[in-house]
């Protein structure tokens, strides 16, 4: 992907001072959405958590390097392993969405444009994988 180039240490340094913020918005969004977290029972939030905290920490890396691979790698594992977790493939699209709306909203608009093409990224691929399926409604 063309526009996929690492972002400025500025805009990197900002997305680790809201990292916190942002995981904590994504999670308690993506909670929110009861018939996606249902089948986790008690244990949603936490679960929902460890994937959001990995996905912001391949994220980072992702972004510091310019280099989708680890992105990349980490989707198709998500594709094979997270169905038996009772994570749909919707699902994760749907918190890959509610992740890019929560990085636009808490970081500059300047700073937001450089991450934004990792978050389509990641949008478009897992639509791809789950053969171009239309993304849920927001």
């Excluded at 904590?24 to 244990?43: I, P, S």
Aim: glycine share 4%; proline share 5%.
């Amino acid at each position: 992907m063309s526009n996929i180039v690492p972002i400025s240490p500025e805009t990197l340094k900002a997305f680790q001072a809201r990292r916190a913020e942002i995981n904590r918005l994504v999670v308690a969004r993506a909670l929110e959405r009861r018939d996606e977290v249902a089948q986790h029972g008690e244990q949603a939030e936490e679960l929902i958590t460890a994937g959001i905290e990995f996905t912001t920490q391949m994220l980072e890396t992702a972004m510091q390097f310019g280099d989708i691979t680890t992105l990349d790698y980490q989707l198709a594992w998500a594709w094979d392993r997270l169905p038996h977790d009772g994570v749909a493939p919707a699902h994760l699209l749907s918190r890959f969405q509610i992740y890019a709306d929560v990085v636009a909203s808490l970081l500059p608009a300047h700073q937001a444009s450089e991450v934004t093409p990792y978050l389509d990224w990641m949008i478009a691929r897992q639509q791809e994988l789950m053969g171009g399926a239309v993304a849920p409604a927001k």
